[in-house]
């Protein structure tokens, strides 16, 4: 099978390195230095240097059976639909604003397969949430998911494993959450929870908008009462980040910086760069919390927990490796449906539940349950 990885950031890089191992791969991307450093790790990749806005990528890309949507959120929906309309399925971490939903007939129409939202979480966490719901009376879910260094440099305490553009969006990205079964949008960054958690030591924990599909995509699910999702961090980065956002520094005002012109919204992600670079030596782990009360009041208890192995960021390993399995559950003829296939659907299916856990744990991420 001819598969395509669009993308070669940190995250692409290792879905293209994983896959190489069984398949034949090529990597799109229009960052030389990028591609140049994947060539040089696996030879045996191809690479395409390639803007995916250009008029010769759907040319390109038309003969791949398969691709990995590894590019930023604002980008996502627009190469997503022309993957569908050229007939080819895709596994889908671009994490965009857009509803994937929205592509639904149209996947159908021309018979493909379309995994959206295949990260860690949004990803891992749908599959695990599908599961759970498929075996359960549920009345509450709540998911905590971050990346974080170990050793703290404040102020920020935090690094970014990819680009801060990204993290960025979840923090002003409206949340969408679920309370008494009613459906409520409020701020990223709200309703702060301060914990702590043995080895790891004092977190906080506040909304962003991470239940995305799972608020519509399964009548079983979309009737749980409550649905929230949090993103963890140090205590204090969100009183840093809100202290941005009252100054406008992630407004789309043109300014100019060091003789370029962009939005202020970029040059704070310019800036923030310097400060949130994880470093190929710096000690980094993922943490995910999935807690589900059943209606008798007993809950159910998912921790997912991941560190940095050679030069792999945990949080790209989380990410990435969650997108192979789904990738591989493609590729291996498992899903006989078409159309858009949410995580959490086909987490309500025990193979394919087992079938990425184990994947996951099988290249020595930690999921516990209980």
Request: net charge negative; aromatic share 8%.
């Amino acid at each position: 099978m001819q598969i395509a990885v669009i993308g070669s950031g940190m995250v692409g890089s290792l879905i293209a390195t994983e896959l190489a191992k069984d398949y034949q791969i090529t990597v799109f991307d229009n960052s030389k230095d990028n591609l140049k450093e994947i060539k040089n790790r696996n030879p045996s990749i191809g690479i395409k240097i390639l803007d995916v806005n250009d008029s010769l990528f759907e040319t390109e890309i038309k003969n791949y059976q398969l691709a990995i949507n590894c590019l930023p959120g604002f980008m996502g929906f627009s190469i997503l639909k022309k993957l569908i309309k050229l007939g080819i399925s895709c596994t889908d971490i671009s994490f965009m604003p857009e509803d994937c939903l929205d592509l639904s007939s149209l996947a159908l129409k021309h018979d493909c397969i379309i995994i959206p939202d295949a990260g860690v979480a949004p990803g891992l966490s749908n599959l695990i949430i599908g599961h759970i719901v498929a075996n359960n009376d549920i009345k509450e879910i709540r998911t905590m998911v971050g990346g974080l260094p170990k050793n703290k440099k404040p102020p920020w305490n935090y690094k970014a494993p990819f680009s801060p553009i990204d993290v960025i969006e979840e923090y002003t990205r409206p949340a969408r959450i679920k309370t008494n079964g009613q459906i409520k949008v409020k701020e990223a960054l709200s309703d702060i929870i301060n914990f702590e958690v043995e080895g790891i030591g004092d977190l906080e924990a506040f909304l962003t908008d991470g239940l995305r599909t799972l608020l519509k995509s399964d009548k079983k699910i979309s009737e749980i009462p409550n649905l929230l999702e949090y993103t963890i961090r140090y205590p204090g980065h969100a009183k840093l980040v809100k202290e941005l956002l009252a100054k406008n520094s992630f407004s789309n005002k043109v300014v100019n910086f060091n003789g370029k012109t962009m939005t202020q919204k970029e040059k704070t992600c310019l800036e923030l760069f310097d400060e949130w670079k994880l470093l190929d030596d710096e000690e980094e782990f993922t943490f995910m919390i999935i807690t589900a009360v059943r209606k008798d009041g007993t809950e159910i208890n998912y921790t997912v927990y991941d560190e940095r192995t050679d030069r792999w960021s945990s949080m790209a390993r989380t990410t990435g490796l969650t997108a192979c399995a789904f990738a591989k559950l493609i590729i291996e003829n498992k899903i006989t449906k078409t159309g858009i296939l949410c995580p959490e659907i086909l987490g309500q299916n025990k193979q394919n539940y087992e079938f990425v856990l184990d994947y996951l744990k099988e290249r020595g991420i930690h999921i516990n349950h209980n």
